[in-house]
Structure formats: C-alpha cells, structure tokens
C-alpha cells in the first residue's frame, strides 16, 4: 500500500487486490455529502477510468477503482528526457479529443465538472485516454484551498472562486495541451502570470483565439 498524493480534498492509495493486482483506493475528504456520491459506479465511459466500489465512512466517500501506472504527464516526461520539447501533436490531440469525450459524459449525464484537471490524472490504456480523477469537489471549499503553481496554470481563473462551470474544463484542456506539446513556454509564463493576477483580485485577459477547441466542450 503506497500513497500516491494528497490534497486539502482528499488522497489518493496504490494498493494491491487480493488477485495480485493493483487498485486505486481515493478518499475524499466530506464526500459523503456529494448529490451523486452513491451512483458513481454506475458512471461508464470508453474513456473514464472504471470506479467499482463507493463507500461512505462518516463524512468522507471512499472509492475502489481500476489503476493504470501510464499517464500523459509520464509520457510527457519521457519525451522531455528525448529532447522533444513534449508529446507529438497528432498524438496529443487524440489524447484530447478523447478527454473531451469523458468530460462532455460527466457534463451532460451527471452534471459533474472536474475544474482541476492536472497531466497527472490522465491515464493511458492501450493508447487511449483513462480519466483516473473525476474532480468531485464542494466548489465553496475551492477559495479556501491551497493552490500549487503547475495547478493555477491549468486552472481557469473561476474555479478559484469557487465557481465551477462545464467551460472551467475546456479552458484547462487548452491549458494542458499547451503544457504537453511545448513545456513552460513564454506564452505559458505569460498565461501563468495571468492566473496569478487573477487569483489576487485583479481582472484577467486571455486570449484564447490560438487554442484548439473540441466539440462539446467549445467556445
């Protein structure tokens, strides 16, 4: 059993099943109020990582599901060591076509929206896209949290006001397209340098007309 992360909303568990194989086991922190924490078994897409067991202990949700050690951000690591500036473009836009899918599902049907979608949480499995975290925050405790500087980079400036919106994903898949096909570029500073601005209560612009848009979750 190995810890995997932790945040002010919860944490993340490797842990070995009794068949020898691996399993996520994710504890989010007050879970058990979320309107859809029972059904999130029930949730099945092509491109979202598959939850087998929710329970509820007090307050908190906890949640069985499969595990895949292959994600984007690793991929992107691995082509950073190569001396690519990240992963091939035909490649990546696949991956984000495919995430958008998972998000317009979550969107559509349950009236989820992720809004802190990170390269870390974008599993592969036999080359597509596995959606390993599905956000499932209290939008009220988003100003409250604390805020790495990789995550204000990839996350639109509402959510940090606690307001979540099916565009707070969009805004983030443009976000990570960026970050895995060329790095910390100087648009990306300047993006992370907007971001901040906002967060400390100044007025952000960002123009958004270069980035790539999917269906459903588009401008």
């Not at 087998?52 to 307050?59: L, Q, S």
């Not at 958008?100 to 499995?125: C, F, N, P, T």
Request: glycine share 6%; hydrophobic share 35%; with cysteine.
């Amino acid at each position: 059993m190995r810890r995997l992360g932790r945040s002010s909303l919860g944490e993340t568990w490797l842990i070995q099943s009794s068949d020898d194989s691996h399993r996520s086991l994710k504890l989010i922190y007050n879970g058990a109020k979320l309107h859809n924490a029972r059904k999130l078994t029930s949730y099945r897409h092509p491109f979202l990582l598959n939850w087998e067991r929710c329970e509820v202990h007090d307050t908190d949700l906890v949640v069985i599901a499969d595990w895949t050690e292959e994600t984007v951000e690793a991929e992107y690591e691995q082509a950073r060591q190569n001396g690519k500036p990240g992963i091939l473009p035909d490649t990546l836009l696949r991956y984000m076509e495919e995430l958008a899918e998972a998000l317009d599902y979550l969107h559509v049907k349950h009236r989820l929206v992720h809004g802190r979608l990170k390269l870390s949480q974008i599993g592969i499995q036999h080359r597509h896209v596995k959606l390993l975290d599905w956000g499932l925050t209290h939008a009220e405790q988003l100003p409250h949290q604390s805020w790495s500087l990789d995550n204000l980079l990839t996350t639109a400036p509402e959510v940090l006001r606690g307001q979540l919106e099916p565009a707070s994903d969009q805004f983030s898949l443009a976000a990570l397209y960026l970050l895995a096909s060329a790095g910390h570029s100087a648009r990306q500073r300047a993006m992370r340098s907007s971001v901040l601005s906002c967060a400390a209560g100044r007025r952000m612009r960002f123009r958004t007309s270069a980035l790539p848009c999917w269906n459903g979750i588009s401008r």
